[in-house]
């Protein structure tokens, strides 16, 4: 889990029914019981310093889980937030994680195979 203390005080931005921004991040509240996602993170924000990526969920404002909240709750908790718990979805990588990953495949198929010539 990635742990964002938000600077005080909070600007939300609440550009429609589904997408609210914090502190340089854009969240998708697309679906009821699902956490919020992260849709983008503006270079040089708040969010940015912690490492938050896009498709990250946000699981809890301040101690309180995302998925049993409806929208209006995420927005109204989010405008008092201090503490946001975001997780990485399984199967998601940033770049590095997943070129050193694949670079160990290689290497081990290159161990096992014939020498590429």
């Known amino acids: 889990a990635i742990v ?15 997408i ?29 310093t912690y490492g938050i990526k896009g ?4 699981v809890l404002v301040d101690g309180r889980d995302t998925r049993t909240m409806a929208q209006q709750e995420v927005a109204a908790c989010l405008r008092t937030a201090t503490k946001l718990t975001f997780e990485r979805p399984k199967g998601a990588a940033d770049g590095a994680e ?19 010539e």
Do not use: F, W, Y
Not at 28 to 34: D, E, K, P, T, Y
Not at 55 to 58: F, T
Not at 98 to 116: F, K, L, T, V
């Open 55 to 58: 498709d990250d969920l946000l």
């Open 20 to 48: 609210l921004v914090i502190a340089g991040c854009a969240l998708g509240v697309v679906a009821q019981r699902q956490p919020p996602h992260v849709l983008q993170v503006d270079d040089g924000t708040e969010m940015a």
């Open 98 to 116: 997943e070129s050193a990953a694949s670079g160990a495949e290689d290497a081990a198929r290159a161990a096992g195979g014939p020498p590429a």
């Open 4 to 18: 964002v203390n938000l600077k005080q005080p909070v600007v939300l931005e609440e550009v429609d029914a589904e």
